[in-house]
C-alpha cells in the first residue's frame, strides 16, 4: 500500500505539487496523466524520496517514508527515471547485474545471473547481453534500464510486496516495445505488485491500467479506476484537445481518438 | 635502486642483500667499505624514493579512479577537486614567506615538513572551499562541482604566477619543482611522512568498489539501489584529499597518472571497480618509478622534471588505447 496525504512541493514561489491526497492498494496498475509540467516528476521525485517534501506525509506499507532505511526499500522498491546518464562503457549484463546490488554481498550469485538474463528476455534484450551499453540506441538503453529495475525486484522480502515507480518508461520505445515493457509491469502488478506509471499515450492507460491519477498544475483532477474515470470529458480538461471514444471492436479494444481544439 | 650517479652493480646489490638480510659478513675490509657506502646511498635515498614512487603513483591513480567515479566522468581529474591546485598554492605561499624575519620560528620548527604541511593545508582548503561552493539545496552538485572547481583552479593557477613573477633565482628552482614534479627530495623522514595519507587510503578504497559502481548509474538511481549516496561522496572526496595532498607535498605536481592511468585499465579491463581501483594502483605505483628511473637517466646525472616524463609517456599510448574495443565506447 502507498498512501499520499495532503503532499505539496514548493520551489521558491511556486507550488509544483498542491496538497495532494491519494492512495495506492496492492496489486494494482495505476497511471499518471497530466499535461507538461503538471507536476508529475516532481510527485514522482517526492514518492521516490529524491527530497523533503514542504507538507504533506507520503507512506509506504504503513510505514511514513523517511523512517524506511535506503537499504530496505532497495529490497522491493525500484524507481525508473525519466532518463539515464550512463557513460562509462558496462556490458548490458553488468548494467542489469548493478539492479541485483541490495540483494548482493559483494560477488554476483548464480541466481542474480539468471534473474538478469530473465529481466533481459522480458526486454527482449537477451541478444545484447554482451553489448556495451553507450554504445546502444536511445530506446535499446531504455530497455536495459527497464531491464534493471525488473531485476532489482524479482526478489522483495516476503512480508513486503514489490513496488515499481516509472517516469516515462516507455517514451522513446517503437509500438512492439512499448507492449512488451508495460506486460513485464503489468506483470509485477498482477502478481500483487504496485505500479505506479507516468504516460502520455492514453491508450496504452486505457490498455493497462487499473488506475489513473489526473493531475493538473500540481492539483489532482481526477482519480479512480481508468474504465470509469478516462473518458473524453476528463481528456478534454485535462490537454485542452478533442477527444472521442471509439468502442472496443472484434479485434481492437476500446480507445480515445484526439484532435487539436 | 642500481641505477644513479653512483652506479651499483647488480653483484653488489645482491651482497648488500646477503649482508643485510642473511647477515653474511663482507670478505675484506674493502668490500666493507663499499657495501657501507652502498648501505647509506640505497637505505637514505633510493629506497625512501623508491617507496615513495610505489605509494605515490598507485595513490594518484586510486584518487584519479575516485574523482572519475565521483563525478561520474571519465575526464574528472583529481586536479578538479582542487586538492592539487590548493597544494601547490600552500606551498608557493611557504616558499614565498620563510623569506620573512617573522616566520623563522615557525620555519624552523616546521622543519622539513613546512612544505608538506602548506601544502596539505592548501589542498583540504579548496577542497573544503569548493565543496562548500557546490551545494545546492544541501546536496552536492557535480556541475556545481566542477565550475567552482575550475574557478579555484584558475585562481590558484594565478596566485601561483604572480608569486613567480616575484622571486628570485633559487625560489624560481623551487616553484620550478612544484609545478613540474619530482622524487628528488624524497628522504626517509617524506616517505614517513605521507604513509598514513596514502596507504590508508589505498586499503579503504577496494571496499568502495560496489558502490562506486552503482554511483555511476546516477546519483538518484544509486540511492534507489539502497547507497547513502551523500556519505559515500563525502568519503570519497576526503580520502582523495588525503592521498594527492600527501603525494603533491612531497613530489610536487605531477600531473597525468590520475588522469591516465585509470583510463587505460579502464580501456584494458572495463569500469568495474572491483578490478579497477587494485589494477589502477598497480600501474600508477609501476608508471611512476619508471618515469622517476627515465627522469634520473635521460639527462643524467641531473634530472627531468618527473611531470614531463609521465606527460610524454603516457599521453601516446593513452591515444593508441583509445582505439580498443572499449574504446569504441566512448562517445
Known amino acids: 500500500m502507498l498512501t499520499v496525504e495532503q503532499l505539496t512541493v514548493r520551489r521558491g514561489t511556486r507550488t509544483l505539487v498542491d496538497a495532494v491526497s491519494f492512495g ?11 499535461p507538461n509540467g503538471a507536476g508529475k516528476s516532481t510527485l514522482f521525485r517526492a514518492l521516490a524520496g529524491e527530497f523533503a517534501p514542504e507538507g504533506g506525509q507520503i507512506s509506504i506499507h504503513g510505514r511514513a517514508l ?34 541485483r546490488t541490495p540483494f548482493s554481498d559483494g560477488s554476483t550469485s548464480a541466481k542474480d545471473m539468471t534473474l538478469a538474463h530473465a529481466a533481459l528476455a522480458q526486454m527482449e534484450m ?69 505500479v505506479l506509471c507516468i504516460v502520455h499515450d492514453l491508450n496504452l492507460a486505457l490498455r493497462y491500467a487499473d488506475h489513473l491519477l489526473a493531475l493538473r498544475d500540481g492539483k489532482l483532477l481526477a482519480s479512480g479506476k481508468v474504465s470509469d474515470t478516462l473518458t473524453p470529458a ?22 480515445l481518438v484526439l484532435a487539436p481544439k | 635502486m642500481a641505477y644513479g650517479p653512483t652506479p651499483i652493480t647488480p653483484a653488489e646489490f645482491l651482497s648488500w642483500l646477503e649482508w643485510r638480510l642473511l647477515g653474511m659478513n663482507p670478505t675484506s675490509a674493502v668490500e666493507a667499505q663499499r657495501l657501507a657506502a652502498i648501505d647509506a646511498i640505497l637505505l637514505a635515498i633510493r629506497l625512501p624514493r623508491l617507496c615513495v614512487g610505489l605509494l605515490g603513483g598507485a595513490s594518484l591513480a586510486v584518487a584519479g579512479v575516485g574523482s572519475q567515479g565521483l563525478f ?49 593545508i592548501g589542498g583540504a582548503f579548496s577542497v573544503w572551499a569548493i565543496y562548500h561552493f557546490a551545494k545546492v539545496e544541501g546536496r552536492t552538485s557535480v556541475v556545481h562541482l566542477l565550475l567552482a572547481g575550475i574557478a579555484i583552479n584558475a585562481l590558484a593557477l594565478a596566485y601561483v604566477g604572480l608569486l613567480i613573477t616575484r622571486a628570485d633565482y633559487g625560489q624560481l628552482r623551487e616553484f620550478q619543482y612544484w609545478t613540474l614534479g619530482s622524487l628528488g627530495a624524497v628522504t626517509p623522514r617524506e616517505l614517513l611522512a605521507i604513509l598514513p595519507f596514502t596507504a590508508v587510503p589505498l586499503f579503504i578504497f577496494p571496499l568502495l568498489a560496489r558502490p562506486l559502481n552503482v554511483l555511476l548509474l546516477g546519483e538518484a538511481e544509486a540511492g534507489h539501489l539502497g ?36 583510463h587505460w585499465v579502464r580501456l584494458l579491463l572495463g569500469p568495474d571497480h572491483k578490478t579497477l581501483i ?53 562517445s
Not at chain 1, 532505511?69 to 562509462?88: D, G, H, I, W
Open chain 2, 72 to 120: 561520474r566522468n571519465p575526464l574528472a581529474d583529481p586536479s578538479l577537486i582542487g586538492v592539487t591546485a590548493g597544494a601547490a598554492m600552500g606551498a608557493v605561499t611557504a616558499i614565498a614567506a620563510s623569506q620573512a624575519a617573522f616566520m623563522q620560528p615557525l620555519v624552523e620548527l616546521m622543519g622539513v615538513f613546512l612544505l608538506p604541511g602548506a601544502a596539505f
Open chain 2, 227 to 262: 547507497i547513502e549516496v551523500q556519505r559515500l561522496k563525502l568519503l570519497v572526496i576526503v580520502l582523495c584529499t588525503a592521498m594527492v595532498g600527501a603525494v603533491v607535498s612531497v613530489t610536487g605536481v605531477i600531473g597525468f597518472v590520475g588522469l591516465v592511468v585509470p
Open chain 1, 234 to 255: 476528463l481528456v478534454e480538461a485535462l490537454f485542452d484537445v478533442q477527444a472521442c471514444a471509439i468502442p472496443a471492436s472484434k479485434d481492437f479494444p476500446g480507445h
Open chain 2, 278 to 330: 587494485p589494477a589502477s594502483a598497480l600501474v600508477g605505483a609501476l608508471l611512476l618509478v619508471s618515469a622517476d628511473w627515465l627522469a634520473r637517466l635521460l639527462a643524467s646525472p641531473a634530472e627531468i622534471p618527473i611531470g614531463i616524463i609521465t606527460a610524454l609517456v603516457g599521453a601516446p599510448v593513452f591515444l593508441l588505447l583509445m582505439r580498443s574495443r572499449r574504446g569504441t565506447a566512448w
Open chain 1, 24 to 34: 495506492v492498494p496492492v496489486g494494482s496498475f495505476t497511471v499518471v496523466l497530466g
Open chain 1, 126 to 194: 537477451s541478444a545484447f547481453a554482451n553489448r556495451l551499453y553507450p554504445t546502444l540506441s536511445g530506446g535499446e538503453k531504455q530497455r536495459v534500464q527497464l531491464a534493471r529495475v525488473l531485476a532489482q525486484i524479482a526478489t522483495p522480502p516476503a512480508e513486503y510486496a514489490p513496488i515499481l515507480l516509472l517516469d516515462e518508461p516507455v517514451a522513446s520505445l517503437d509500438p512492439a516495445h512499448r507492449f512488451a515493457a508495460l506486460e513485464a509491469a503489468k506483470a509485477v502488478s498482477t502478481a500483487g505488485g504496485i
Open chain 1, 66 to 99: 523517511p523512517a524506511w532505511k535506503r537499504e530496505e526499500l532497495a529490497q522491493f522498491r525500484a524507481v525508473l527515471p525519466q532518463e539515464s546518464t550512463l557513460q562509462f562503457p558496462f556490458t548490458v549484463e553488468e548494467v542489469v547485474l548493478l539492479g
